[in-house]
């Protein structure tokens, strides 16, 4: 279960974070980290004592230009973020996360990606809009903003738990022998919805409103599996031909 | 509860540690920190910089020669530490210690002192002795020493969440109060979208194979909203006009 989560860091700006969050990650048995457009070396003096041994996570870890990249593999794709957002998104608790991990883990192919932001700003609201579900970790209401590698502590420390909860237990998930649809495929509906609602003069990419946010939160909310989301396309480039047939009849 | 909880750190050595611990300790809503002989200053530049907000705690901590000094008037003590010992110990994990601290805080005099010790060495048998119980964070086999800062994060942590848990406090949900939309509401929806399915050749009901059965699936799965529920049916709206209006050209 452990393999199939990865570590996703968005625009980190300090060497150190990084190397404490190898740390952390290795403590608690994860290995996969990624790291989107970082504003820094990754490779210094200050990362590799902060990962105080852990530092082939640093060596290993991939590089990406954007989160999109990152991810295309996962999924199921959560973001850290604090609680409130002008549209609200599914909000787990960090232990909510990780009650769920174990069935979510159990496909071979299935990758959880685990989002943080920047340090200052965390991350941006099209960033979440990316995510499956946002993961909020319980802070002090005055005092909310934790390190970096703190938060990845406390989210690998669940993941850790739920692991050895399940290494203990007889496997409790259900076989699920449906295929999700990976963030790739979920991305590529969206562009394509998106093309196809202007196309039926639905949508104004001018005056967006907040109409393709509400869309990916309603399709990422049910989890589509693959055979669903080729349905979905398939509706599309029916609308998309009904539409142009018949305009150039 | 939370008040009642000290945090005591024996023999630090850096103080960007300590740091770290204070903000840590912040986050999650602690504020005693008490210092046993620490072997570095603790307001440094590092400390201060690693605490980022939260150096009222540096300012605040109590300084002890000895451990038994520390936690004098504690109720409970419990000690971090790795897992084998000689003396087999009342052993628990973090979150079998979560569970203990409401009822362990009740009392207006109770106090419980969570002990860490030296960054390069631990606790030492003497002070695991004067612990009523050690708690041990669950860690990878072949890379075990959590940083001081990273394993009270944990623990603070799941201080937290057993205050979050028992005290009815700040409830944790986000305010949903987006209206779901009706079975009558759905249903309408599932009419309209067959409607349209069929007008733009999509489907066709004399070989419905499971079609409307997966879509269906897929939507209530979703739980949709009253207002995601508009804007699906304004999609339709506009598929079918868009497949008329340019028909009848």
Known sequence: ?????????????????????????????????ALVAPRCEVITQDSISRASGADHLLHQASVHATLEEAVADCTLTVGASARSRTLPW??????????????????????????????DSGLTNAELQRCHAHVHIPTNADFSSLNLAAAVQVLAYECRMAWLSQADAPSAAPSDDAELATHAELERYFEHLERTLIGIDFHDPDQPRQLMARLRRLYLRARPERMEMNILRGILSATEKAANTRQTK
Chains 1, 2 share one sequence.
Not at 20 to 32: F, K, P, Q, T, Y
Request: overall charge neutral.
């Open 1 to 33: 279960m452990l393999e199939r989560i990865r570590i996703v860091l968005i625009g980190t700006s300090h060497p150190g974070n990084i190397g404490g969050v190898a740390r952390a990650m290795h403590n608690m048995g994860l290995a996969d980290l």
């Open 90 to 119: 599914p909000m787990l608790s960090p232990r909510e996360l990780a009650d769920r991990l174990p069935a979510e883990c159990q496909a071979a192919e299935s990758r959880v990606a685990l989002v943080f932001g920047r340090e």
